[in-house]
């Protein structure tokens, strides 16, 4: 009996964008098959019993595998009888090359169903606080691709763009970004056109530099890949509109340890009160049972690239469930605040020599931008 691949949309970075039914497939799923974006902490959603084969492409041309061999791997999963997930970043048919994968699943004759996602090109600007359209200033937008932007093997309209006052977003546009502002003056529009750099768009890492067409590529020198770049009028509303980043955990992986004993209401409402301030909220575990060596080690690598920014405990028996669980890993926590609710649990968290912030109110000291900027920079104890 032939399996079915769903082909999913992972959103644009965060992984709390991914779609209800995209989520639902993730954790079905016999085998995920994942790209470079798809964050650590989506991969824990994961069944713990699920094959993870990582088919991520990396700049500068590294490719895990090319294209068609990742096709070829769908299909022979498939015909093994297995659910299979392709977890894509962003949207399968939006420069994801999920239209490949589809012709060739449908060419093999296995069943599959493409779950959409919220595209970087939509998602990463509106996190930013740059609206694509406007009333007065921008009624079109047009999303091409940089990678070609030197050769013009895209067939691009260059000159069209730069006559238009269309919002132009272009992807994978970082390593062009010099060729993509000289087509663009060459063909008339403005060198002082409002242009825009997110890397890492909707994650803790996300970081935004304001230019103009002419002096984005300096300015946006040090930037590295994912990134997407925004061109025209609209980017001037980020300075009314950037609503993300004055949120006072904005930038902050909060790790939330959840031992089995305690409520998961209490950790799901945790969590939520650190997305509606801006954090990214890292569960720990994330089903109500002892943890998979996957989830461990997925949560060791976060911390491991500094991918952890804060720990919130709520108890000693969360404080001591998380370093047991841990093991020699555990150092690496050193370098991670935490904040908790008692003396106790304080008192428990001292016996692992980490700095402690104790606050009764968890919710008023999460909305504390000054008290976490202090914590943060405070060094180890």
């Not at 409520?263 to 009160?273: D, G, V």
Request: aromatic share 6%; hydrophobic share 45%.
């Amino acid at each position: 009996m032939l399996g079915t691949v769903y082909l999913v949309g992972a959103g644009p970075g965060n992984p709390d964008l991914i779609t209800v039914r995209g989520l639902e497939c993730l954790r079905r799923a016999q085998v995920v098959v994942y790209d470079r974006l798809v964050s650590r902490s989506l991969l824990a959603e994961t069944a713990p019993e699920s094959e993870l084969i990582y088919v991520g492409k990396e700049g500068g041309g590294f490719h895990t595998l090319p294209q068609a061999a990742i096709s070829q791997l769908l299909v022979d999963k498939a015909r093994a009888g297995l659910t299979v997930c392709r977890l894509k970043g962003g949207d399968p048919f939006v420069f994801g090359r999920g239209g490949e994968e589809a012709i060739a699943l449908r060419r093999a004759g296995i069943p599959f169903e493409v779950v959409p996602g919220v595209t970087a090109g939509v998602g990463v600007p509106t996190f930013a606080g740059i609206p694509l359209t406007h009333r007065g200033m921008a009624s079109t937008v047009v999303f091409v691709t940089g990678h070609e932007a030197a050769e013009l093997r895209s067939g691009t309209d260059w000159a069209g763009l730069a006559a238009s006052s269309a919002t132009l977003v272009c992807y994978m546009g970082l390593g062009r970004l010099a060729e993509v502002r000289d087509e663009l003056l060459r063909y008339g529009r403005p060198a002082d056109t409002p242009a825009a750099v997110i890397h890492w768009g909707t994650r803790a890492e996300q970081r935004v530099v304001i230019g103009t067409l002419d002096d984005l590529p300096e300015r946006a020198r040090e930037l590295a890949q994912p990134a997407i770049v925004v061109i025209g009028q609209v980017v001037d509303l980020r300075e009314v509109m950037d609503w993300a980043e004055q949120r006072p955990l904005f930038g902050r992986r909060v790790l939330l340890p959840a031992p089995l004993e305690e409520p998961a209401e209490a950790a799901a409402e945790l969590a939520m009160a650190v997305r509606d301030r801006g954090g990214e909220p890292w569960v720990f575990p994330r089903r109500p049972e002892a943890p998979a060596w996957r989830e461990v080690e997925l949560l060791r690598q976060e911390l491991s690239t500094g991918g952890i920014h804060l720990a919130v405990v709520t108890s000693p028996s969360a404080a001591h469930f998380l370093f047991h669980t841990l093991g020699e890993s555990a150092s690496l926590l050193h370098e991670v605040p935490f904040l908790c609710k008692t003396p106790e649990t304080a008192a428990a968290l001292a016996r692992y020599d980490v700095r402690v912030q104790v606050a009764g109110d968890l919710g008023g000291l999460l909305g504390d931008s000054a008290l976490l900027n202090g914590l943060a920079a405070g060094g180890r104890r």
